[in-house]
């Protein structure tokens, strides 16, 4: 599975963004798609994940009420919709696909190569 993530961006705070994270190779239908972060100096950290059947989902403090994760199925695409942007949320966001369904980045079998996201104050 190759995924390709895109839609980072430089927005001001309280802007709003969506990222795109397209898979190729093989369909996604089985696994669970994530949305990870990592900002300078912190460790990646697991912001969103959903089942492509789309009947689980978790967000982290951080991202709930704020950030919204879904798929489309026929398109074999994961979205990450961010609302009400923070400074904070500045970070390189990555895609990911796991046959488990977990936060720990290191249960995820293949990433994407990284979008970076920027917030300004």
């Known amino acids: 599975v190759q995924l390709q993530a895109s839609g980072g961006g430089l927005v001001q705070a309280g802007g709003s963004l969506r990222l795109s994270c397209a898979a190729s190779?093989?369909?996604?239908?089985?696994?669970?798609m994530a949305w990870f972060r990592q900002a300078p100096e912190k460790e990646r950290e697991c912001v969103s994940r959903?089942?492509?059947?789309?009947?689980?989902?978790y967000y982290s403090d951080s991202a709930k009420g704020r950030f919204t994760i879904s798929r489309d199925t026929a398109k074999n695409t994961v979205y990450l919709q961010m609302n009400s942007l923070k400074p904070e949320d500045t970070a390189v966001y990555y895609c990911?696909?796991?046959?488990?369904?977990?936060?720990?980045?290191?249960?995820?079998?293949?990433w994407g190569q990284g979008t970076l996201v920027t917030v300004s104050s």
């Open positions: 990911a696909a796991s046959d488990v369904y977990a936060t720990s980045p290191a249960v995820y079998k293949y």
């Open positions: 190779g093989r369909t996604l239908s089985g696994y669970f």
């Open positions: 959903i089942s492509w059947s789309g009947s689980r989902v």
